[in-house]
């Protein structure tokens, strides 16, 4: 499985906000918003942190989505 924030991007266009922001709002590292930007997994306080600043559940900000391998399979 991958992971999607997909739904934390739209987030943050609605709010008018930039990853950028994001990150320098939250105090998160450049390496976890790569991370991020790039479809893998954060630690639970990276995500805490974002949801605590938006006021949101993790599941309004991540998803998991199979993989196409795991679809055929």
Do not use: H
Not at 13 to 38: F, N
Request: glycine content about 8%.
């Amino acid at each position: 499985m991958k992971v999607s924030y997909k739904k934390l991007w739209k987030i943050l266009i609605d709010k008018d906000m930039t990853q950028a922001e994001l990150r320098k709002v939250t105090g998160l590292s450049s390496g976890s918003m790569t991370k991020m930007r790039q479809g893998e997994p954060v630690s639970m306080e990276v995500l805490w942190k974002v949801c605590s600043l938006l006021g949101c559940n993790i599941g309004d900000i991540v998803e998991f989505v199979m993989d196409s391998d795991e679809k055929e399979g």
